[in-house]
C-alpha cells in the first residue's frame, strides 16, 4: 500500500498525503496574510523603530520563527507589507466603480484621496522616512513606491475616462493624486475632513472644465 502501480496510478496513501498538504498550504497563506496585515498595522502605529519582527508575529498570532520562514528579513516583510495592503486597496478601488465613473468624477476624487487618509498610506510614510535614513532599505521601497504610484496612476486614469493623448492630461491626472497625498499629509496631525471636502468638490469640477 502507498506505493505506485507499473502504469503510474496513484494509491489511496499518495492520495491521502496530498489531503493532507492541503490544509498546510492554506494555513501557510493565511498565516501570511496576518503577518501582512499586522506589520502594517503596527507600521501605522509604532513606527519604523517601534515595528520589530518580535512585535509583528506577536501581533499576527505566530512565533517569530513562522515569520521569518515566511519572511527572512525585516525589510522583506514591511516592504511585502505595503505591496500588499496597496494591492488591496487598488482593487477595491476598482471595486467601487466596476463601469468606471465619468459622470461621477468627484466621487473618484474623494475615493483617490481617502487613498492617502488611511493606516496604509500612515504606514507606507513610515516606510518612506525609514528608508530616506538606511541605505539597504531606500532602493527597495524606491521600486516599490514607483510601481504602487504607476498603479494608482493607471486606476485615477481608468477611473476618470481621462484622455492622455491630450495635451496637459496626464500632468492634470498626476497633479490630482500629489494633492491628494498632500491632503493625506496634512490629515496626520488633524482632523482635515471638512477643508478635504471642499477642495475635493473645487477638484471634480477642475477635472470635469479639463478633462471634458
Known amino acids: 500500500m502507498g506505493a505506485v502501480n507499473p502504469v503510474g496510478t496513484v494509491t489511496a496513501a499518495t492520495a491521502a498525503d496530498r489531503v493532507d498538504r492541503v490544509p498546510k498550504q492554506d494555513r501557510s497563506r493565511a ?33 517569530r520563527g513562522a515569520a521569518q520562514h515566511h519572511f527572512p ?12 495592503v496597496a494591492e488591496e486597496r487598488s482593487g477595491a478601488l476598482r471595486e ?15 475615493a483617490l484621496v481617502d ?13 518612506w522616512v525609514a528608508a530616506s535614513n538606511e541605505d539597504q532599505l ?3 521601497v524606491t521600486e516599490l513606491e514607483a510601481r504602487v504610484g504607476r498603479e494608482t496612476h493607471r486606476i485615477a486614469v481608468d477611473l ?15 497633479g490630482l493624486l500629489d494633492m ?4 493625506g499629509l496634512a490629515n496626520l496631525l ?17 477635472l470635469d472644465e479639463a478633462l471634458g
Open 138 to 140: 531606500r532602493p527597495r
Open 190 to 206: 488633524t482632523d482635515d475632513a471638512q477643508r478635504r471636502d471642499r477642495v475635493v468638490t473645487q477638484w471634480a469640477a477642475l
Open 96 to 110: 467601487l466603480f466596476p463601469q468606471g465613473a465619468a459622470g461621477d468624477r468627484r466621487a473618484v476624487v474623494s
Open 31 to 63: 498565516t501570511r496574510q496576518r503577518l501582512l496585515e499586522a506589520a502594517v498595522a503596527c507600521l501605522a502605529e509604532h513606527g519604523w523603530a517601534g515595528s520589530t519582527v518580535t512585535v509583528v508575529a506577536e501581533r499576527a498570532g505566530v512565533s
Open 160 to 174: 476618470l475616462a481621462a484622455d492622455e493623448t491630450r495635451l496637459g492630461v496626464r500632468e492634470t491626472v498626476q
Open 73 to 84: 528579513t525585516r525589510e522583506d516583510l514591511f516592504t511585502a507589507a505595503v505591496e500588499y
Open 115 to 127: 487613498l492617502y487618509t488611511g493606516p496604509l498610506f500612515r504606514a507606507a510614510l513610515h516606510l
Open 180 to 183: 491628494a497625498r498632500g491632503l
